[in-house]
Nanobody, 125 residues
């Protein structure tokens, strides 16, 4: 069982930056997919970025490419999401997710078994 705890959310003005962190406890697998998803009120949860901890491959939604960077620190069992040039449309609850490779899609929330509690990101114009 993997437990995920996010932190780093907050309120910023458009153009600002935030860094989200996701610490995985009881982490027994060395090669998993770690993803960041977000959900705005009235909208479906959408994939933002993901990383395969076994090799470091990264994946991004088109809406965040060039602005967000996902990275990992295996020694700390932590995945980060650096968010730059934030826009009001980035406002959402951000969730960290994890799972073993299962043939699913990194951007599909249904393909991730383990979830954190979420951290709120609010970007004002």
């Amino acid at each position: 069982q993997v437990q995920l705890v996010e932190s780093g959310g907050g309120s910023v003005q458009a153009g600002g930056s935030l860094r989200l962190s996701c610490v995985a406890s009881k982490y027994t697998y060395s090669s998993v997919y770690m993803g960041w998803f977000r959900q705005a009120p009235g909208k479906e949860r959408e994939g933002v970025a993901a990383i395969y901890t076994g090799g470091g491959s990264t994946y991004y939604a088109d809406s965040v490419k060039g602005r967000f960077t996902i990275s990992q620190d295996n020694a700390k069992n932590t995945v980060y999401l650096q968010m730059n040039s934030l826009k009001p449309e980035d406002t959402a609850m951000y969730y960290c997710a994890a799972d073993l490779p299962n043939g699913g899609s990194w951007f599909n929330a249904a393909d991730f078994a383990y979830w954190g509690q979420g951290t709120q990101v609010t970007v004002s114009s």
